[in-house]
């Protein structure tokens, strides 16, 4: 009995001891391109489009093929509309690794009905478009070039304003497209503009460096273009423009050449592109000989109006709180002795980067021109902290690349620009800036902006009320209060 129950114990223990091992995924040997197999097979409705099944066990497949589509399962359909050989690549992901094969697909005829899609048409002109079709920058329209998050759909970033971009080697580039043989060819007159990281991809292709004032123009030719082409791929309810070999949209702005297409017609190409910094860019074109109609500006009045905010809720203009300030309305006054106004307004500067956090303004558009002849003089009153810190700087490497280290200034500007000039309206500013002193700090100090110089101008359309300077992240808090024209 006793020689039962030890061993019963035994077994328990054995038991206990295999429970408590951890348990390990297997992990298989690395595949190999010999283990990678699949079948291709043409359909029964047409030899041009042809399926093809992954056939390697417990694995994830990857397809590409020479003709730039691209797709993802375990079984997937490729259009081969040209006759000729074509690549199709397959690239599986096991639990032991990775592995690639590629088999050569041979298409006897040449299907037009493949062909004669409207994308194909709108990009190429069509098989009758023995030259295919041609595309430069549309210049002339806002936002033809541009950069937003890499999830959104507009270039609410930067958008470019018309002609912004001249000189610099976009402008007079022709991007055509043509279907026989889905070839892509770039003329560039000479030379490319680019992201200034694109320097190294430039300078190993032969370019020389022309300017980096504006990001970077290279002087370049691209001689050999024979393995430039282009495809047209769906994915995910989307379609995509990409591009094979060295080629570019003319502006190169780094990224894998895939570009979403976001408009496509008979006279305008519309396109996004994630780029090498994993933003968004915009590209927008129209077709060579595409004029589009002339709109004339609708002129604004000239008009001696009365301007005047409190901030607290009464105001003959719309102040917007530009970039990453953050501006409230109607906040109560803790200093009654130096202004008699309940409530006034709170200026907030953030530590946010980049352009939004560089450039923190509260700034309203006009709907006239301001007549500044007899009356030019404008008031506001501000209280700036003492607790705000006027002395560390943001290092240059987080600055504009045109400035160096950058503090919080105690500084208040008004400005005043012209917005015909769109993103350019800084070109034509006027402005006057006051500094506090220590010992008005903590205070409320009525501040006064002398435009008499600029009174015979007639084209402010826009103030700008900016405290704390510019090109900075410092944080900074802010209490300002009945701003007028007198």
Known sequence: MKKYIYSFLSFVMVLAMTSCTEDKPSVGPAPTADDVTFTVTPTAENPNIVEFTNTTPESIAFWKFSTGASDKGEKVTAEFAVQGDYEAELTVITSGGQATATK???????????????????????ADSIDGKSWKFDKMTRGHMGIGPAEGSTPEWWAADPMQKDGLGAYDDLVNFNLNGF???????GDSYAKDYMADWFTSKGGSLVQDADDHTYSITFDDQSNWNWSITERDGKSFLVLSGDAFMSWHTGGNQEYEIMTLNEDELY?????????????????????????????KPYEANDIEDDFAGSSTLSFIADGALEFTVGVDNFDPMGNTAAQVGRYVRTTEGGDSGWFQNYQAELPFRMDLTTRNVFTMKV??????????????????????????????????EDTKMGGNSWQTRAEVSQTITEDQMGTWVELTFDFSSVSDRMDFDKVII????????????????????Q
């Open 104 to 126: 050569t697909i041979t298409i006897d005829q040449t299907d037009f009905t493949l062909l004669d899609r409207e994308d194909y048409n709108f990009l190429t002109g069509g």
């Open 183 to 189: 070839k892509f060819n770039l003329t560039n007159n």
């Open 271 to 299: 396109l996004k592109t994630i780029g090498d910094d994993g933003n968004a860019w915009y590209y927008g074109f129209i077709r060579e000989g595409f004029e589009r109609p002339v709109v004339p500006p609708v002129e």
């Open 383 to 416: 209280l700036m902290l003492s607790s705000n810190d006027f002395t560390t700087v943001t290092p240059a490497a987080e600055t504009p690349e045109w400035l160096g280290d950058v503090a919080m200034a105690p500084t208040v500007a008004l400005r005043l």
């Open 466 to 485: 900016q405290i704390g300077g510019e090109g900075h992240t410092r944080p900074g808090t802010f209490y300002v209060s009945d701003f007028q024209l």
